[in-house]
């Protein structure tokens, strides 16, 4: 019988959730479609639930991840920041790492 440890994993601050894997998918869906509303709809989610963990995760961080503009011509919109593009990166690179780890400790596995 083979074994496999299963776990997720999330990142806090002091001031409670910052990042996991649901709200990097809706960093990762605003930046590609520069929209909160669009980013919720791709994920099945309602915009109002997008906007508190977009919210949430800039009350918490030093910087926000998430800014929006504002009308125009073509209307508006919202982008992913720099600090946000880091914050994707540094758990995308834990996210590696943590599975890594979970794979040797499956193989070393024994019953």
Known sequence: M??????????????????GFGRI????????YGSI????GAMNMSYKQAWELVESMNSKA???????????K?????Y?????????AMFTQLEEAFHQFM???SAKLKI
């Open 37 to 40: 509303n669009k980013a919720a």
């Open 80 to 88: 992913v920041t720099e600090e946000g593009k880091k914050a994707i």
């Open 2 to 19: 083979k074994l496999i440890v299963k776990s997720r994993f999330w990142v806090e601050t002091e001031k409670g959730p910052l990042l």
């Open 74 to 78: 073509g209307g508006g919109g919202a």
């Open 62 to 72: 030093d910087r926000p991840f998430v800014m929006k503009q504002t009308g125009g």
């Open 103 to 105: 794979d040797s400790m």
């Open 25 to 32: 998918e809706l960093l990762q869906k605003i930046d590609e």
